[in-house]
C-alpha cells in the first residue's frame, strides 16, 4: 500500500515537472504558460488513468455487485490519492503565475500572502481536494470494507469529462477560442459531462436498488 501511494507522490508531480521543463526547452514557451498546460496534462492523464482502471474493475464486477473484488480497485485509489495533494499545490502555481501575468503579483511579491489569497480565493477547490484525501480516502479503502468494487469502478467514470475541460482551457490560453477543433470540443464536453457527471449518479442509485 505504502509503496504505490510513494509512486504516486513521485509520478503525478514527476510528469508535471518534465512536462514544464520539455515545453519550455524545446517549445520555447514562458513558464506561465508551460507551468499551466503542464498542469492540465497532468490532470488529463490522471483521468485517462482512473477512467481505464474503471473500465476494467466495472467489467470484472458485474456478475454480484457488491461482493465482486478487483485488485485494481485498492491499488488506484491508493496509487491516485497523491494527485489531490499535488493538485492542490499545481493550482496555486497556475494561479500564481496567472496573475503575475496580469500584474497582480510582483515579481518579489511575498509567497506566503500569495498562498493565502489563493486559498482565499479558491477555498471550494481546496475543501474538495481535502475531504476527498480526508473522507474519501478512508472511506473507499477502509470503510466500506471491500464491498462495492463495481461501484467504485464506475465512480472512476466520473474522470471522463476531465480531458475534454482541460483542452477547452488550453485552447482557450493558446487563444484558439475561434477553432473547429474548439467547437468540437465543446460540444463532446456537454454530453460526456452529462453523461458521466450527472447521468451516472442516477444510475448507480438504480443499480445498488437492484
Known amino acids: 500500500m505504502w509503496g504505490l501511494m510513494v509512486a504516486g507522490l513521485l509520478f503525478f508531480p514527476g510528469i508535471f515537472l518534465l512536462s514544464s521543463r520539455s515545453l519550455r526547452i524545446l517549445m520555447g514557451w514562458s513558464q506561465a504558460d508551460a507551468v499551466i498546460v503542464s498542469a492540465r496534462a497532468v490532470s488529463s492523464v490522471q483521468a485517462v488513468m482512473a477512467v481505464a ?12 455487485l457488491l461482493h465482486d473484488r478487483h485488485w485494481l480497485t485498492d491499488a488506484y485509489i491508493t496509487f491516485a490519492a497523491p494527485y489531490f495533494v499535488y493538485d492542490v499545490y499545481a493550482m496555486f502555481l497556475c494561479d500564481w503565475h496567472r496573475r503575475r501575468v496580469k500584474g497582480h503579483e510582483a515579481d518579489g511579491g511575498a509567497r506566503q500572502a500569495a498562498i493565502l489569497g489563493y486559498v482565499r480565493r479558491e477555498y471550494l477547490m481546496v475543501l474538495h481536494h481535502i475531504f476527498m484525501v480526508v473522507f474519501c480516502l478512508p472511506a473507499s479503502l477502509v470503510w466500506r470494507q471491500g464491498k462495492g468494487d463495481y461501484f467504485q469502478g464506475v465512480l472512476f467514470l466520473a474522470e471522463l469529462s476531465t480531458p475534454f475541460v482541460c483542452l477547452a482551457k488550453v485552447l482557450i490560453q493558446l487563444k484558439r477560442a475561434d477553432t473547429l477543433a474548439f467547437k468540437v470540443n465543446g460540444a463532446l464536453t456537454l454530453l460526456v459531462f452529462l453523461a458521466c457527471r450527472v447521468a451516472l449518479f442516477p444510475y448507480l442509485y438504480l443499480a445498488y436498488s437492484r
Do not use: P, Y
Request: proline fraction near 0%.
Open 53 to 64: 482502471a474503471g473500465c476494467v474493475i466495472a467489467s470484472a464486477c458485474r456478475i454480484d
